[in-house]
């Protein structure tokens, strides 16, 4: 999970240096020829998919139902799906992944095809989301609320209350949501803090 940023920052080097903001990351959609649509989705939340043959166009669809608060966070996840996971992301490949999962479900949890298509779905889906809730919580930010109190606990509260303000400005947030992006960015915060906290190895 450390790795998450290296390849972000080589585009963009003030990556975590500030909290972004919903116009922030339009404004990197658009940089990344991205077209991004709010559109009612029947609830998928949101979707990245890159279609074309020789000339390939990333898209993102998000539900526009979720209101402009929610679709900072998913335009969030979707972004990192972009910087993370392009190459594993094109409409056919999520085609015949997903083709495959049905034969498996409900009935055969231990099903090693299904359990390992499950996991690289699920890990792709983590990483993103981790990159949403960095976007919330710079780098930064969390070093600031760290020296301010030192503490785990009171850490995650900080960037907890942090961050639902800073949603909340954008709109509604509804507690199940919040509940979800606690949960990524409390991931956020315990990746950033083996990072920061891990002595750098000295050279040989």
């Not at 960037?159 to 303000?165: A, G, N, P, R, S």
Request: charged fraction near 30%; aromatic fraction near 10%; glycine fraction near 6%.
């Amino acid at each position: 999970m450390l790795g998450i940023t290296a390849c972000i920052r080589v585009k963009y080097p003030q990556f975590l240096e500030k909290d972004l903001t919903f116009e922030d990351l339009r404004r990197m959609a658009r940089r990344e020829k991205i077209k991004v649509q709010c559109i009612t989705l029947g609830g998928l939340g949101s979707a990245y998919m890159i279609e074309g043959g020789k000339q390939p166009k990333a898209k993102i669809l998000i539900e526009k139902k979720v209101g402009e608060a929610g679709q900072w966070y998913l335009l969030g996840v979707e972004m990192g799906h972009h910087f993370l996971h392009a190459g594993a992301m094109t409409t056919q490949r999520q085609t015949d992944l997903l083709k495959r999962l049905p034969k498996y479900l409900p009935k055969n949890d231990n099903n090693p095809d299904y359990l390992k298509i499950r996991g690289a779905l699920e890990l792709l889906n983590m990483e993103a989301e981790i990159f949403a809730a960095m976007t919330f919580l710079s780098d930064a930010t969390i070093k600031k609320f760290f020296r301010e109190c030192e503490d785990y606990y009171y850490l995650l509260q900080k960037c907890y209350k942090f961050t639902e303000e800073r949603l909340r400005l954008r709109g509604k947030v509804d507690e199940k949501q919040m509940k979800d992006i606690k949960d990524r960015l409390r991931r956020r915060i315990n990746c950033f803090l083996v990072q920061y906290l891990t002595p750098a190895r000295s050279e040989a």
